[in-house]
């Protein structure tokens, strides 16, 4: 009942998003669990990026891949190590 009471005049929308989000997570979790009792389940990566830690299924040929997106989490990672690699080099100049 105090859980009800939290939401004020907007209630009703408020409990359908609250619906929402629970029978999307259902969702989720329903397909995590179909996808760990398969041969696909070597292939779950979590993201190194910092920050980030999300989850993704490494669908590269190569079973290699490292980042949860290229374009995000892979791009500062290689514009960190760009930017290290450009101090360090002009360090030595």
């Known amino acids: 009942m105090q859980f009800r ?4 005049d ?8 609250l619906i929402l989000h629970f029978a999307v997570e259902l969702h989720i979790r329903a397909d995590a669990a179909d996808l760990l009792g398969t041969g696909l389940r ?6 190194p990026g910092p920050g980030c830690a999300g989850r993704f299924l490494d669908d590269s ?10 374009a995000v989490c892979g791009n500062r990672n290689k514009a ?10 002009a360090g030595r100049a």
């Open 10 to 17: 907007d209630q009703p929308h408020a409990q359908s998003l």
């Open 42 to 47: 070597e292939r779950l990566r979590i993201c």
């Open 5 to 8: 009471q939290s939401f004020g």
């Open 61 to 70: 040929p190569a079973g290699r891949r490292r980042w949860c997106s290229m």
């Open 80 to 89: 960190a190590a760009h930017r290290q690699a450009a101090h360090a080099a």
